[in-house]
């Protein structure tokens, strides 16, 4: 008997194809991204070269000795190798030019999130006014820079520097300027600004920094951060530092100093206050401040030279009234004469009652756990007075 066999199922053939749709679905979105991505690179470099055409109308000229854009699939990446910034203005009729020579800027923007721009400089920069004049030379560690807003008006900025140094050079020798650890600065368009009536809000904050050649004061390391907001601006429009300086002022502009601090070894410093510039560009104002440690600044603000010179009046007044300059004056003379030296040892030792008569302008305070004095800091035509003394000077901004 033959034994009886049972039919089998034959398999089924399954489809391949889903195997496949994946990396085809892939490959059709990542070359419509580089078809996009290209699109936006060369858009980019369209619209650099319309913004760099319209600054040129403006007496702003943007060049590079070679550009190049990359940061393909997800940034855009614009270099600029040996940049070139030239600043045309004109003063009395003639144009004076202002050339900034920079070593390298990489602006990159990602590709989703264009109005957002982050900068890198490379140091140095150079900026010259013309061939003979002495140029300043700036070098720094590191620059980096971003805005919001772009391509329309910028809504929020900001510029950060590390080992920041800032030269004259003239004929191959670098006289030092100024010197900072650390800069940081922060702009804004305040709340409720518009572009029409725009007021600008900011913060300063500088890092062991030194300023050579305006106070000796200056020339030691200081920390400083300032807050404030300035009004008075007709537009946002890049402009020459002088014009926007007559607009301000023509405008009824002011710097409103909402709060500072500044310390130096011992010395703290808050102040807040209104500044303003007069008709001939130089500022008015007054800020109220709040000092600790006075006393240790005394000799560095020149008061054996306000005597060799004779001593003001109002501020004699304030320390010893009925007291006349010139009588002052006399004196220091005659004791040299007696002693030879003696009025010198006068004079130095006169800091302690300058100290004392400051501290008598002033009202009783404590600042940060410290006793301070509270006094006002004026500006009267550009010349700084603390309470009757006068400090320095402050040269005409246009």
């Known amino acids: 008997m033959t034994a009886m066999t049972l039919p089998t199922d034959t398999p089924r053939r399954r489809s391949r194809w889903p195997l496949f749709l994946m990396p085809i679905l892939l490959l059709i979105v990542a070359a419509a991204w580089s078809v996009f991505w290209f699109y936006a690179a060369s858009q980019a470099e369209v619209k650099a070269d319309a913004w760099r055409a319209q600054e040129a109308k403006s007496g702003r000229s943007y060049d590079c000795a070679k550009q190049s854009i990359g940061g393909f699939p997800f940034r855009l990446e614009v270099r600029c190798e040996g940049a070139r910034v030239t600043l045309t203005s004109q003063t009395a009729g003639a144009a004076q ?44 560690k590191t620059a980096r820079a971003s805005v919001v807003g772009l391509p329309a008006i910028p809504q929020r900025a900001s510029i950060v520097f590390d080992d920041v140094a800032i030269d004259r050079t003239n004929n191959s020798v670098q006289v030092p300027v100024a010197r900072a650890k650390h800069v940081e600065l922060h702009g804004r368009l305040a709340e409720g600004s518009t572009q029409k009536d725009p007021v600008i809000e900011s913060v300063l904050r500088i890092e062991s920094g030194s300023v050579q050649e305006v106070h000796p004061l200056l020339a030691r390391p200081f920390a400083a951060e300032i807050h404030a907001k300035l009004s008075g601006l007709k537009d946002l429009v890049p402009k020459p530092w002088p014009a926007r300086f007559r607009e301000l002022q023509s405008n009824g502009g002011h710097v409103e100093i909402v709060q500072s601090r500044i310390q130096q070894d011992d010395l703290i410093a808050v102040a807040a206050g209104t500044l303003a ?122």
């Open 97 to 140: 030019p202002v050339t900034i020579n920079l070593g390298e800027i990489l602006a990159v923007a990602q590709v989703y999130d264009p109005k957002l721009l982050i900068a890198e400089f490379h140091a140095p920069a150079v900026v010259s006014e013309s061939q003979n004049a002495p140029a300043m030379q700036v070098n720094w």
């Open 277 to 398: 510039l007069n008709a001939q560009g130089r500022i008015d104002g007054e800020l109220q401040m709040t000092v600790a440690g006075i006393e240790k600044v005394i000799p560095a603000l020149g008061i054996e030279k306000m005597l060799e010179q004779g001593v003001p009046q109002a501020a004699l007044d304030r320390v010893a009234p009925g007291v006349k300059s010139q009588d002052v004056t006399n004196l220091l003379g005659a004791l040299d004469k007696a002693i030879p030296g003696l009025g010198r040892v006068v004079k130095q030792n006169a800091n302690l009652g300058v100290a004392a008569g400051i501290n008598a302008l002033g009202k009783e305070a404590v600042l940060e756990g410290k006793p301070a004095r509270t006094f006002p800091l004026r500006f009267a035509d550009g010349t700084v007075y603390l309470g009757p003394l006068k400090v320095g000077d402050v040269p005409p901004l246009f």
